[in-house]
């Protein structure tokens, strides 16, 4: 019996040994496949004047990952009468490079920003810069299809009051196709 029951013993032992095994490595498969997929989520990257990463918006999950412990909206409470604001829309576009948006024209105090992809692009920007050309910074959409948007006034790449022109560009390969959008403007 002494030795009937060592054996029982060891094999339970074994079993628990290769059932934590089994699971460890269930667990890890699992943790890389999510950074896997994660790499091709649709997602919003801001980015500063630098190129440095502000913050990334996970549009599957609508979380937000920034440095900032907190991030605060720098949207203002502000009366505005509809017809103050003003809508610039633009049609059709396909570029590989760039193409500005109303050949760089400046809009003051921008807001709502949205267009529709007609194809799937890698990633698609749009930068932002001030008068005299100069860059603020950029908004990047990976993975994304159909309609993508923010509201300007929700990140740190304008400030109001203030004029802006704006640039969309490829940041991936291929080409960027774009169906329409709007850019409200004048808040």
């Not at 190129?51 to 599957?60: P, Q, R, Y």
């Not at 900032?68 to 570029?95: C, D, H, L, R």
């Not at 990140?155 to 802006?164: E, F, I, M, N, R």
């Amino acid at each position: 019996m002494g030795v009937m029951k060592k054996i029982h013993h060891i094999i339970i032992t074994l079993a628990a040994i290769l059932l934590f095994v089994f699971e460890s490595n269930s667990v890890n498969a699992q943790v890389n496949d999510q950074g896997i997929n994660q790499d091709k989520a649709p997602r919003v990257e801001i980015y500063d004047e630098n190129n440095n990463l502000i913050k990334t918006i996970n549009l599957e999950e609508k979380s937000i990952e920034t440095d900032e412990p907190k991030t605060k909206s720098i949207i203002t409470e502000q009366t505005v009468t509809a017809q103050s604001i003003k809508t610039y829309s633009f049609g059709n576009t396909t570029f590989s490079n760039y193409v500005w948006i109303n050949g760089g024209y400046y809009f003051y105090n921008p807001g709502i920003f949205e267009f529709e992809l007609i194809n799937r692009p890698e990633a698609v920007a749009v930068e932002v810069y001030k008068p005299g050309q100069v860059y603020t910074g950029k908004v990047v959409w990976r993975n994304v299809t159909n309609w993508a948007s923010l509201d300007w006034r929700d990140t740190t790449l304008v400030k109001h009051p203030g004029s802006y022109a704006f640039r969309f560009k490829n940041d991936g390969s291929g080409t960027v196709q774009i169906k329409h959008g709007n850019l409200k403007y004048n808040y």
